[in-house]
C-alpha cells in the first residue's frame, strides 16, 4: 500500500488512525512525500533547508509511530506544486517501484466544507497522484523513462481520497486514536503551539464517525474509495 501526499504531516492528520490499524494487520505500507514542507512552520529565523531537514526528521518519526518505515522525499519545492507531467512521471516511478494494490492521496477536488484540507499543493499532489493510478503508471508508452530504468507497468486496483468532498467509506480508529495524536505529536514545528490538538483531532474523528453512523464516542476517518478500471484499460 502506499501514500502520497504534498508536505509532511498530511497523511498523519488525514490517515495516521488508518495508517496504525492497517499495520497492525501486517499490511506493508510505504510513504510518498512530495515537498520536504519547506515553506511550513512559523519561525522566521530558521533557513529553509533547516526547515526541509527537520520536517524530513518529523515525518519519518511520526511515520515509525504508526509502524511505517518506508517514507521516500520526491524534494518539489513547498507551495509551489502543480500537476505537471514531470510530477505525474516521479509519482508513477514510486508506483512501480513499490507496486501496490491501494493508494492513498489527497482529493483533487477542493472541499468548500474544509477549506484548509485543500492546500493547492495539496490539489495537485492529488490530481498527479489520480494519474499515477490510471493511466500513467500502468501504460508501458507512458513516460518511457521508466522502463529504460527497468519499472515494469503496474495497476493500482482502488484509491482512497483523503479530505474528499464526498466521502463513501470510514475507519473506525478509536483504537488507534492515540497512535494518531503521537504521530501528529512529532511534527513539532507545526503543532507545538496548538492548546489543544487533542481536542481538535477527536472532534473531527467524532464528527466523522457520526456521519459513519458509528457508534457514540467512536472515532473515524473518511475517505472516497474509487475502483480503478481493469488492468487492460487504458
Not at 10 to 24: E, L, R, Y
Not at 34 to 63: M, N, W, Y
Not at 67 to 75: A, N, P, Q, W
Request: proline share 6%; net charge negative.
Amino acid at each position: 500500500m502506499l501514500v502520497v501526499t504534498a508536505h509532511p504531516d498530511d497523511v498523519d492528520f488525514g490517515a495516521a488512525g488508518t495508517m496504525a490499524k492497517w499495520a497492525a494487520t501486517g499490511m506493508e505500507i510505504a510513504y510518498c512525500i512530495v515537498t520536504d514542507g519547506d515553506a511550513g512552520g512559523s519561525d522566521r529565523s530558521a533557513s529553509r533547508p533547516e526547515v526541509a531537514k527537520l520536517r524530513r526528521h518529523e515525518q519519518r518519526e511520526a511515520a515509525a509511530e504508526v509502524g511505517v518505515s518506508e517514507v521516500t522525499f520526491l524534494g518539489y519545492p513547498d507551495g509551489k506544486v502543480t500537476p505537471s507531467l514531470e510530477l505525474r512521471r516521479d509519482v508513477s516511478r514510486v508506483v512501480r517501484q513499490w507496486r501496490p494494490d491501494r493508494l492513498v492521496c489527497q482529493s483533487p477536488e477542493r472541499n468548500w466544507e474544509r477549506v484548509g484540507a485543500s492546500h493547492p499543493d495539496h490539489l495537485a499532489v492529488g490530481e498527479a497522484a489520480v494519474c499515477s493510478a490510471y493511466p500513467d503508471a500502468r501504460n508501458p508508452f507512458a513516460h518511457p523513462e521508466l522502463l529504460e530504468e527497468g519499472l515494469e507497468p503496474h495497476s493500482v486496483a482502488e484509491v482512497w481520497l483523503m479530505a474528499s468532498p464526498r466521502p463513501n467509506r470510514a475507519v473506525d480508529i478509536t483504537g488507534t486514536f492515540a497512535r494518531k495524536l503521537a504521530a501528529l505529536r512529532c511534527h513539532e514545528s507545526q503543532v507545538a503551539h496548538e492548546a489543544d490538538l487533542e481536542g481538535r483531532l477527536r472532534a473531527t474523528g467524532s464528527a466523522g464517525a457520526s456521519l459513519a453512523g458509528l457508534p457514540e464516542g467512536s472515532v473515524a476517518e473518511l475517505f472516497q474509495v474509487v475502483t480503478m478500471p481493469a488492468s487492460g484499460s487504458s
